[in-house]
């Protein structure tokens, strides 16, 4: 992450030390290690909401003024539309749903069984194997 005028990280600090306080009190008030407020100071990285609202409302400055500027950091923080919806589009679920239903409602015990299996299996893994091969046949 490359140094921005107006960055993130540098009206963190300039807060802190407008409060004279050092990295290490800073963090003791919003709960996170003296090492994660380096990070944000240094744009290495950035706070997850909570504690963007938490800064916020300790330095009483507006979220919007926080970031304002900070192309990469709001970058970081926008909320993708489709991936509200990647767990309602999830082919796992509904596969693993059918193969339970197939067992239930027409094989026998033993079967049964093995498609119930297989069925909750395939729900919980179903997008972790198919990301898994994705970026196997990428690289």
Known sequence: ????????????KQCRMERDWSQEKLAKEL????????????NKSYP???????????????????????????KTISIDDDELF???SDPGFYIGMILILVG???????????FLFTGLITIIFFTDTIQSLKKLFKS
């Not at 239930?104 to 093995?114: A, G, K, Q």
């Open 86 to 88: 990647d767990q309602f």
């Open 48 to 74: 997850d909401i909570q504690n963007l609202i938490r800064i916020s409302d300790l330095f009483n400055i507006t979220i919007d003024e926080l970031i304002r500027g900070d192309e990469q950091m709001q």
């Open 104 to 114: 239930v409602l027409i094989f026998d015990d033993p079967l049964t069984n093995t």
């Open 31 to 42: 709960h996170v290690s003296r090492q994660a407020v380096y990070k944000w100071e240094t």
């Open 1 to 12: 992450m490359e140094e921005q005028a107006n960055a993130f990280g540098e009206k963190l």
